[in-house]
């Protein structure tokens, strides 16, 4: 792609094969964002393990070939950045069968139906092909879409926004009710208009008849989408109490667009007991569950962790948060909350108390600092019962980190009555989107967001591994608020999310209304039961590998003991595929390591809070060796790597895998430059006690200089057999 760039202008899908995977994704795609095509007709039977048949059938197949590039590939431009999107095999099949029950239901009872796809599944860019496919299949409707709050308005906005080519249009936001209305009755077809449920609210009077519009509800499931007539019952400050009768929000939309077809889109499950947003969308069109989305790897398994007992809450605290999760699970009439806000004013003085606060931060900070910091980005963030106790949080954290200004922030709505001071931390608009666009970058300072109820739905930052619970949430609020560490990212092996207000019986409760394997293989996600098991297997499977190398020094010596243990480990796990080069079985001694170690590396981001310091430093060891044994027998691809790059490296990792103060350099003559050709620099390898580790030294780094000529047609036929190098 690099050297003839051209030659990619066209190109619509990559594929990477070996015959046994097989996995397509474009020129922009990132390793771990190629993916497998595991159906050719929609099914999810079966899809596990795809063949090589399947996969070029399902996707290459001539008619379906043709649709994906013309409907289905996507340009998302990111501000400078651009992306061409391929629609996963779940997004393609999902869509079309959207489309095929939206032209049925525009003829009928106007019920599209409702499309769950797990969250984190690409659920918002299956909402763009299907309002671009919509132009075509329908003569061009006018899409209304609706969100229940403006900050969910405004990120899916952004998402059409960044396809408008796609889309041949630029969306649209309505700014009120009144131009909600112009924006409708200006046109007669085509139009993307982004509003949210409350304009419907304000009055039931008609906005349009016509037929060719299109409802889009994101997130369907919720309780907003009521079509009977309620009562609701308020106290007044006096102590009278009133009724008011309220209509349903689905059936004010459905009074003021009473011609158009709703499709609603979801990432968790319609609970059993709601039967009006069936009433108002209609049954599934498809379900994309949990299970199927970790199998593909379109999203990452959450780990649950309890901290609550660290926090020390006395039973009447405790007593107050299960009440408040029975408030939710029984969707409460607003009278029994109004009732039950003088104990919900109890609950926010207790765990706002400045000794509870000051318990809770030290805690955070601990497993913070000694367990998260150093996985993936380091990205976190802290959900808070309230604004107050979101701002007391934040204030706790400087005093005891007070460099950490820029590595931290406070994300959350701003209120009338609010302090000065809190004005200038909480900021406005601006400010909140430049806290979004850094906490997305994986390279901003930014790693810490305290949040209240912002962010939590439909705010994707994929590195994002750790979400600190400060507040008690249940059904899809709580579904959705975990799904934001369960994005895909790199080698990210899942979420974690860590209690401190009891969830576990609340996550048990949502996952009832989950497919049959989802309560399966996600009911019971706690890491002493999940990922610590795992680790223990993969610790006990590497140490077999290792079997006859003595590394027990690692864990009580000196840092050069430390450093030595590391290439010796590489020398010997190398050792055991140099012995007989040809044979396979030693061949796969190492790849079976590089894939163990991996695996115990991902079992440890999740569960190192429940082990022990010997066992992590044991841990670490195999993930330096792992680490440094990838990039020797890499073959040349990715950074280039040096002589001096193999202690560079080995102080990276001992920092952040060991918590080391220094390592004393292995080659501490070598400069950073240097000639491959350098007797000095020859010399230092020949006495390199490691010979295997110098062997695959060698290689690379000659491979690397027969790279840099291989345009070059006198040199670009010029290869080394392995075996050459180990005559």
Not at 157 to 180: I, M, V, W
Not at 362 to 367: A, G, K, Q, T
Not at 434 to 463: C, E, H, Q, Y
Not at 628 to 633: G, I
């Amino acid at each position: 792609m690099y050297e003839i760039p051209s030659m990619f202008i066209y190109n619509a899908v990559c594929v990477m094969s070996d015959l046994t995977t097989s996995k397509a994704g474009t020129i922009t795609s990132g390793e771990d964002r190629f993916m497998e095509w595991k159906t050719t007709d929609g099914s999810y039977e079966n899809t596990q393990h795809a063949s090589f048949d399947t996969f070029f059938v399902g996707l290459f197949e001539k008619t379906r070939f043709l649709d994906i590039v013309k409907n289905f590939i996507c340009f998302n431009v990111d501000g400078q950045n651009t992306f061409k999107i391929l629609a996963g095999y779940h997004q393609y099949f999902a869509v079309k069968k959207a489309i095929e029950s939206t032209k049925h239901a525009t003829v009928t009872d106007g019920k599209g139906g409702v499309f769950w796809h797990t969250q984190g599944s690409g659920k918002s860019l299956s909402m763009v092909f299907y309002a671009h496919y919509l132009q075509e299949a329908l003569e061009s409707p006018t899409i209304v879409v609706i969100t229940d709050r403006n900050d969910l308005d405004d990120q899916l906005y952004g998402q059409f926004a960044r396809c408008k080519d796609f889309l041949r249009q630029t969306p649209q936001h309505a700014e009120s009710r009144k131009n909600l209305k112009e924006l409708l009755a200006n046109r007669q077809a085509n139009g993307i208009i982004f509003t949210t449920m409350q304009k419907f609210e304000e009055s039931n009077e008609a906005l349009s008849e016509r037929r060719n519009i299109i409802v889009m509800a994101d997130e369907a499931h919720r309780g907003q989408y009521g079509l009977n007539e309620k009562v609701v019952v308020k106290q007044k400050d006096n102590g009278e109490v009133e009724a008011k009768t309220v209509i349903g929000t689905a059936r004010i939309i459905r009074d003021t667009l009473p011609n158009a077809t709703y499709i609603g889109f979801t990432g968790t499950p319609i609970s059993t007991k709601d039967r009006s947003t069936r009433e108002v969308f209609g049954d599934y069109i498809d379900i994309y569950d949990m299970t199927q989305a970790v199998e593909d790897g379109a999203t990452r398994p959450v780990y649950y962790e309890s901290r609550v007992i660290h926090l020390k809450l006395d039973e009447n605290t405790l007593h107050l948060i299960d009440n408040e999760y029975d408030i939710m699970a029984d969707n409460a009439d607003p009278y029994v909350i109004e009732k039950s806000k003088k104990e919900l004013g109890q609950m926010e003085a207790i765990l706002g108390a400045d000794q509870t606060i000051n318990s809770l931060v030290n805690d955070i900070l601990d497993h913070y600092e000694n367990y998260r910091e150093n996985i993936l980005t380091g990205k976190a963030m802290i959900v808070a019962y309230s604004r107050p106790i979101a701002m007391k949080i934040y204030k706790r954290i400087l005093e005891l980190r007070p460099a950490w200004t820029e590595k931290i922030a406070v994300v959350m709505t701003q209120g009338n009555n609010d302090p000065e001071e809190w004005r200038e931390i909480i900021g406005n608009k601006a400010h909140k989107d430049d806290m979004a666009r850094k906490f997305k970058d994986n390279n901003s300072p930014l790693k810490i967001a305290i949040v209240v109820d912002m962010w939590l739905t439909g705010f994707d930052v994929p590195s994002l591994a750790t979400m600190y619970v400060y507040k008690p949430m249940a059904g899809h609020n709580l579904m959705q608020a975990i799904a934001r560490v369960n994005r895909v990212f790199k080698d990210k092996e899942g979420g974690l999310v860590v209690d401190y207000v009891g969830i576990a019986a609340a996550l048990k409760q949502a996952m009832n209304d989950y497919t049959a394997r989802d309560k399966k293989n996600y009911g019971d996600t706690d890491v002493s039961k999940a990922a610590y098991p795992k680790f223990l297997e993969k610790l006990s499977i590497c140490r077999d590998l290792f079997h006859g190398f003595s590394y027990e020094k690692f864990m009580t010596g000196s840092d050069l003991d430390r450093a030595k243990l590391i290439s010796g480990g590489v020398n010997f796990i190398l050792g055991k595929s140099v012995a007989e080069y040809e044979l396979p079985d030693h061949e796969k001694t190492q790849n079976v390591f590089l894939k163990e170690a991996l695996l115990l590396k991902q079992a440890l981001s999740l569960c190192s809070s429940l082990v022990d310091e010997q066992t992590r430093m044991e841990a670490a060891f195999f993930e330096s060796v792992r680490t440094m044994t990838v990039r020797l027998v890499s073959g040349g691809t990715g950074k280039k790597f040096t002589l001096p790059e193999v202690n560079e490296r080995i102080n990276e990792l001992l920092k952040h895998s060991i918590k080391s103060e220094g390592v004393i350099n292995l080659f501490s003559d070598v400069q950073t430059e240097f000639s491959l050709f350098d007797p000095k620099f020859l010399e230092e390898v020949a006495n390199m006690k490691e010979k295997n580790l110098a062997v695959e030294l060698l290689e690379k780094l000659i491979s690397e200089q027969v790279s840099v000529y291989r345009p070059n047609k006198y040199t670009s036929s010029l290869r080394s057999s392995p075996k050459s190098f180990r005559a």
